[in-house]
């Protein structure tokens, strides 16, 4: 199939390696870009702050 295409085994691994991690690079940085706002704010209070009140209620 690769013949087909004039292209060898060797280079079409490296392709795919190099779009491997590129891929995998914008997709880490659109999630840190996306949480950046999510993060709580000094003196806020986190999401597990009030887990403990919650399972008091039902025991």
Do not use: C, H, Q
Not at 20 to 43: Q, S, T
Request: proline content about 5%; overall charge negative.
């Amino acid at each position: 199939m690769l013949d087909e295409l004039g292209v060898s085994a060797g280079t079409a691994l490296v392709v795919l390696t190099a779009l491997y991690f590129i891929v995998k690079w914008a997709v880490k940085n659109g999630v840190k870009e996306a949480l950046k706002d999510w993060k709580p704010k000094r003196g806020a209070p986190g999401p597990r702050d009030d887990a403990e009140e919650d399972a008091g209620e039902d025991g």
